[in-house]
């Protein structure tokens, strides 16, 4: 039962939550950026150019036969998983310049100088008392 516990345990870590949600959000985020990029940027980019479907641009390598399928090489696949990570790692970009941002403002904070010590307020009193004295 020992090694349930402490795999449990491990798994209940704040980092280790925190790292599954992360991953399952950036999933999903992945999926919505392909959906962009295929279905809403990519068809009227094809459309200014000519009418071409990314997705179908290929060059053949070798034609297909009986026994073995053709041999292509899908550079408009590439071009919009190319796509897809430009607009994945400018998000991240974004979400990590501006996590440095606040980092660097709290870091920047002014913070007010210590109150002075009971000691040195009583001098500063006598001092004080002592200037008017005179």
């Known amino acids: 039962m020992g090694f349930m516990k402490e795999f449990r345990e491990f798994a209940?870590?704040?980092?280790?939550?925190?790292?599954?949600?992360?991953?399952?959000?950036?999933?999903?985020?992945?999926?919505?950026v392909s959906s962009l990029v295929g279905d809403v940027l990519m068809?009227?980019?094809?459309?200014l150019i000519g009418g071409v479907d990314f997705t179908d641009l290929s060059?053949?390598?070798?034609?297909?036969?009986?026994?073995?399928?053709?041999?292509?090489?899908r550079y408009g696949a590439f071009i919009q998983t190319l796509v897809d990570f430009v607009i994945i790692a400018f998000?991240?970009?974004?979400v990590v310049k501006g996590?440095?941002?606040?980092?660097?403002?709290?870091?920047?904070?002014?913070?007010a100088p210590a109150p002075p010590s009971p000691?040195?307020?009583l001098l500063s009193e006598i001092r004080d008392?002592?200037?008017?004295?005179r």
């Open 43 to 47: 068809p009227p980019l094809g459309l």
């Open 99 to 111: 996590m440095n941002t606040l980092k660097r403002k709290k870091e920047e904070a002014p913070t």
């Open 12 to 32: 209940m870590r704040g980092n280790v939550v925190d790292l599954a949600v992360g991953l399952i959000i950036g999933a999903a985020f992945g999926k919505i």
């Open 91 to 94: 998000a991240i970009f974004l």
């Open 129 to 133: 008392l002592l200037k008017k004295g």
């Open 119 to 121: 000691e040195i307020t």
């Open 59 to 73: 060059i053949t390598l070798r034609q297909a036969t009986e026994s073995a399928g053709a041999v292509t090489l």
